[in-house]
């Protein structure tokens, strides 16, 4: 196949600027390694930024997210025992809205299949090649049900785009030797994650430091929740009854108010592992990487979507450039534009989460700052608004 744009990857990065690109006449065709189905029920983030939304409904995916998405006004900061709540519209004239990732794709899947979009399901890229050409290169094996898996086949695009997630087959295609630099750092800990069929314990999303460890009380809708407590990495879920999760979810947001989280049947667990990774520069020769395949966040800020999204607004404005003028300016400018925003969500994932744990090791000292962070946070009408703005999401490039 000869095509303006490979895409590889078809979650909501890929199957995004596919859409966009497509609405503008730029031909392009997505290789995706998973099926819909797989895709379609793997539970991830929650949270969209308003800029997240607009992209979604502005570019005429579908109205689901605004009739389904659940829009919050905050968050709740819970520390000592007690509540905080922020207020966005009033700190910052803004509001975020709960929308889970599962639902984003399927909802770009839907429409890339509704304006024919090329969207290769089940397909392993086996080589990205000729990076550096005018004409780079996918091969790709079928691995679906009945398909021969030894035919090879052949994407030739001018540009190759890599938003194939945090695992990313195009970045790992870069040598060490090619003049990049990649920045890591893990944390000792990871985030248990549950589905429970029970009503809302909460009406805004609850970010609470304890004694215990961190836990998250997020919502799906009226009678299915989402929640996380931070949990050793080599944790197994099935040592984890419901009534020992509960009990631990419970520890974390105790405090003097009597505040008791809503219990139900928990119908779905997972040990979800974080580290914070940058690859330097987000491109390479004619193959550029957008969201996690460029750049993961730990997840305490609910950044992860979002700067994905943020990444393909830019790099569809350079490409839609380059083929409306030829002028490769934008394009050769999507590294170092799409990272200004990068680290920044990298600084506010990584304050969010080092405020919000606790290291089994930690020296009291540092519970002891931490929480004194949080309170000089949630005392003050300006550290409240630095939240705000942050997780609400700076204005796109
Ligand atoms: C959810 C996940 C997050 O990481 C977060 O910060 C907020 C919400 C969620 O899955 O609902």
């Not at 997505?30 to 607009?54: C, P, S, Y």
């Amino acid at each position: 196949t000869r095509t303006k744009v490979g895409i590889v990857g078809g979650g909501p990065a890929g199957l995004l600027l596919s859409h966009l690109l497509s609405k503008q006449g730029i031909d392009n065709v997505v290789i995706e390694l998973r099926d819909h189905e797989t895709i379609k029920n793997t539970h991830r983030a929650g949270i969209l930024e308003q800029q997240a939304v607009k992209m979604l409904t502005e570019s005429g995916v579908d109205g689901r997210v605004l009739a389904h998405g659940d829009e919050h006004e905050g968050i709740d900061l819970r520390f000592n025992g007690e509540s905080h709540p922020l207020n966005f519209p009033d700190l910052v004239d803004a509001t975020v809205t709960l929308y889970a990732q599962n639902e984003v794709f399927i909802d770009l899947a839907a429409a890339r299949k509704r304006d024919g979009g090329d969207i290769r399901y089940e397909s392993e890229v086996i080589e990205a090649a000729d990076l550096k050409s005018d004409t780079p290169k996918i091969r790709y094996k079928d691995v679906s049900a009945g398909a021969d898996p030894d035919v090879v086949h052949e994407v030739h695009c001018d540009v190759l785009v890599g938003a194939d997630g945090s695992r990313s087959f195009c970045r790992r295609a870069v040598g060490q030797e090619q003049g990049h630099q990649d920045f890591k750092i893990e944390y000792p800990f990871a985030w248990f994650g549950i589905l429970t069929e029970a009503p809302k314990s909460s009406p805004e999303l609850i970010y609470a430091n304890s004694p215990h460890g961190f836990a998250l009380i997020s919502q799906r809708s009226a009678n299915v929740q989402r929640m996380y407590f931070q949990c050793d990495p080599a944790e197994k879920t099935e040592d984890w009854s419901d009534d020992r999760i509960w009990s631990e979810l419970q520890k974390r947001v105790d405090g003097p108010d009597g505040f008791q989280l809503k219990t139900g049947p928990i119908f779905d667990k997972t040990v979800l592992g974080f580290r914070s990774f940058v690859r330097e520069p987000m491109s390479h020769g004619n193959m550029f990487l957008a969201g996690d395949a460029a750049h993961t966040v730990p997840p305490t800020g609910a950044k992860g979507l979002n700067l994905a999204f943020a990444d393909i607004k830019v790099l569809f404005e350079a490409l839609d450039s380059f083929y409306a003028t030829g002028s490769r300016e934008l394009l050769d400018g999507y590294s170092e534009t799409a990272l200004k925003r990068v680290w920044k969500a990298q600084n506010f994932s990584y304050w969010m989460t080092s405020m919000l744990h606790t290291r089994k090791d930690a020296h009291p000292f540092e519970t002891k700052r931490a929480l004194g962070e949080l309170e000089t946070v949630t005392s003050s009408r300006y550290g409240q608004q630095y939240l705000a703005e942050s997780y609400t999401g700076w204005p796109h490039a």
